[in-house]
């Protein structure tokens, strides 16, 4: 991952996509994202693959007492500090396949699309189970696995002309390569039942599952969306402990 | 669900299917059904859907203090009388979109492959949570999501000759009117996370959510499973309240 978004060109392409340039207000999942949040007054809270900061600085913003942002890369941690004046915030290399954050140490872990990336998710749920205070959160979202699955992810037309979205290998786990911004990227799939297994393992309660999708409305304003009724893109949960 | 059932030619097609004919044992998924149950020893338990009561003769087997079977066809309920003689177990002829079980009544509700056929299904799980002693149980098996969305559910190939799980339609919950043993059978499909959603509504705790599928060692067993672990058909939910 570091080597990804440390790529001059993949880090450009990145740097371009709406979601990068307009935060929070370009990502369409955003409004059920916070809806999921508590009242950030006074609270602890680690965001972990923070990428440009947009959430950090949301979080100050919102009154947090401390946002420590955790990403791979140095290039992105980089142009989120050059974003922040925010004494509240401190940004942190770290690979979270192996960061160890101290024992209730916050109140809420935070993560946006993050987490189908991690090998090894089950030791990371273990490290934020540790880290969350009694009465802590951890709400994140991910690719969902319908989207992540296909040997060949991307819309195709069946014998009959409709528009569908391929599924196969859903109950095979593990890495899947596909090209994004001119690179090979490598993502984990797996079930969503995984997903809730392993939370549970690690000792959290189930919150919410939410399989995100544009309101008729939205689809109105944004008739691009139109396809995430189809099929979904993101998978968002929210668990405590 | 019950003019279905009760129809002739749907009754002969189902009676003939290897599940009702071997019952538990020819369920692919039953294993892990099996393993999501507690200890049946002395419990009170419900069996939502029962149809030919092969679960509720196993449970009695199994030293269950009462049984009672649901289900909505009369004519599935008269096999299961014939085949049962166990003072323990109990049919009734209901239908599940108003059967309200009496409170505290029960301490496991099982229901295999019945609720997708429900309507008001939040209404259902209410009923159940309020049916259920303290620490009692829901265990119970749904066609999945993947398998219920598609307008066309069935293998096709794309382009590249793949042979794949047709996904549409997702995000867009309600009926879906399919052909099977020769009659139109309406299902209502609903996503993943409005199964959790649900649940946590009516006030259960998630404690299991597992996307069935075979082991490579029961594909080599039973090679005409093996499309299952491209998609899955069933989905296994166990919760409590």
Redesign the interface.
């Known amino acids: 991952m570091s080597a990804l978004y440390d790529d001059e060109t993949f880090f450009a392409g990145y740097s371009g996509m709406v979601r990068s340039k307009e935060g929070l207000a370009g990502a369409a999942e955003w409004p059920a994202m916070r809806a999921l949040l508590p009242p950030l007054g006074g609270l602890r809270v680690l965001d972990l693959g923070c990428g440009f900061g947009w959430f950090a600085r949301w979080a100050a913003g919102e009154g947090a007492a401390s946002v420590i942002g955790v990403d791979v890369s140095e290039r992105m941690l980089e142009r989120a500090r050059t974003m922040t004046d925010d004494a509240s915030i401190r940004y942190l290399r770290a690979d979270l396949e192996a960061f160890e954050p101290a024992p209730h140490s916050v109140d809420l872990v935070h993560s946006s699309l993050a987490f189908h990336y991690i090998e090894k998710l089950d030791r990371l749920f273990g490290a934020i189970h540790q880290a969350l205070s009694p009465g802590g959160r951890l709400v994140f979202s991910v690719e969902h696995p ?1 989207f992540t699955a ?3 992810p991307g819309w ?5 002309g ?11 786990e593990g890495p899947r390569t596909t090209r994004w911004l001119g690179r090979d990227v490598v993502k984990q799939h797996r ?3 995984t997903y ?2 392993l939370l ?1 393992r690690a000792g959290f ?7 995100w ?1 544009p309101t008729l409305e939205q689809v109105e304003a944004r008739p691009d969306w139109a396809e ?5 893109t993101f ?1 968002l949960m929210a668990a405590q402990i």
Chains 1, 2 share one sequence.
């Open positions: 319908i296909p040997s060949a195709t037309v069946d014998g009959a409709r528009k569908v979205w391929p599924v196969d290998g859903y109950q095979i079930t969503v039942g809730v297994t549970l309660t189930i919150d919410h599952l939410e399989e999708a995430e009724r189809q099929r979904p998978m």
